[in-house]
């Protein structure tokens, strides 16, 4: 699928393209899911700095068989079955040509599907709180959108490290499920007062970090829910771009930190991202985290599934099936 031009759910088109055969280090993917985020949904409008030039695909993560290999390509072999979340955009494809570096083998154990799923959303939670903002037992931590895709995984992979979660969600029902998935409290943006648990709960300090995905519409909220020298994990813009900030105002009143940490730059190198697939296919395959893929649709109508996500109407991950 490509975009000629940025826009609505409408600008997504699809296009008959010779793929060639794959140059040396390269490999030829047929795929078997496809993995849908948000960040597809700013891509597509071309917000702010997505900027992406046009026409381009779109879509970052997938899983598939290897069909054909340029040479040098050591690692795989045909009829291999991998995934990956990486650039250029083209992963709502039936078949693309890839880097072979950027291709993770597919363990027996981990369907299609939930890989598909699973590998960027996967790979920004372990990121997030394995690296980022390494979580200890016994902390209590802000979780926003903790029903969605990422919410889901992160909600799962802390309960498991033994820290409290505070999730934010945007509605009751969402509240449910966040609950069913490790979450400890849940409150709605908009009616609770975040900053007020995050204090009770911890002997009126505040919490050590807050995982921010919403951007501007959560940004003063998060800043009150954090302890003296706590960090404002920023990863997301779904609600918009946080407005430019009095640094030692907001961040000097109590020595906070602030990052903006982003996917791409945890896995640059092939050790980092084998690392964090390791580690995020260790708690799927002992059962501490479950993929739910709550939301499957033919590739061809990826419209539906971008118009359904920017309608905060999906909860965990949704695929989208060549
Ligand atoms: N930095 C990175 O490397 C990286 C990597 C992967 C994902 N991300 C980011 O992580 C976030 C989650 O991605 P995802 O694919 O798993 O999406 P998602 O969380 O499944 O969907 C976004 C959720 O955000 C909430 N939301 C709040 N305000 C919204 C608004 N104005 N419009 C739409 N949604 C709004 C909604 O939940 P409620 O209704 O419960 O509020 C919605 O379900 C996104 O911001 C994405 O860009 C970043």
């Known amino acids: 699928m490509v975009i000629n031009e940025t826009g609505g759910p409408d600008v997504l088109s699809w296009e008959a393209r ?49 069909v054909a290999l340029g040479d040098g390509v050591a690692e795989f072999n045909i009829g291999d079955r991998i995934a990956y979340a990486a650039i250029p955009l ?45 979580v200890e037992p016994g902390q209590v931590v802000v979780l926003h959108a903790a029903a969605g895709g990422v919410g889901l995984i992160a909600c799962q992979w802390l309960k498991h490290l033994g820290i409290t979660v505070i999730g934010t969600v945007g509605s009751e029902a969402k509240a449910e499920i966040a609950r069913a998935h490790g979450a400890d409290h849940v409150l709605i943006h908009g009616r609770d007062d975040i900053a007020g648990l995050a204090r009770e709960l911890t002997n009126g300090l505040g919490v050590p970090v807050v995982y921010d995905s919403i951007g501007k519409a959560t940004f003063d909220e998060s800043v009150s829910c954090l302890a003296p020298r706590g960090m404002l994990v920023s990863f997301g813009n779904v609600s918009g ?42 708690v799927i395959n002992s059962g501490a985290v ?23 109407s999906t909860t965990g991950s949704s695929v989208l099936i060549p």
């Open 290 to 312: 479950q993929i739910h893929v709550n939301q499957t649709y033919p590739l061809h109508e990826a419209a539906r599934a971008h118009i359904d996500l920017e309608a905060r």
């Open 18 to 66: 010779d793929l060639g055969i794959p140059g040396p280090g390269e490999a030829l993917i047929r795929h078997t899911a496809v993995g849908v985020n948000f960040t597809d949904v700013h891509r597509r409008r071309g917000d702010h700095h997505f900027l992406t030039p046009v026409p381009c695909g779109l879509g970052l993560e997938a899983a598939g068989i290897v």
């Open 90 to 134: 083209e992963a709502y494809s039936d078949e693309r040509i890839l880097t072979a570096e950027r291709l993770v083998p597919l363990p027996g154990s981990i369907d299609d599907k939930i890989a598909a799923a699973a590998m960027v959303k996967g790979i920004t939670v372990q990121f997030l709180i394995r690296q980022t903002f390494r």
């Open 241 to 282: 771009y946080i407005e430019p900030v009095y640094l030692s105002k907001v961040f000097g009143a109590e020595s906070l930190f602030f990052t903006w940490a982003k996917m791409h730059h945890y896995i640059e190198s092939r050790a980092d991202l084998l690392g964090a697939t390791q580690d995020l296919f260790e």
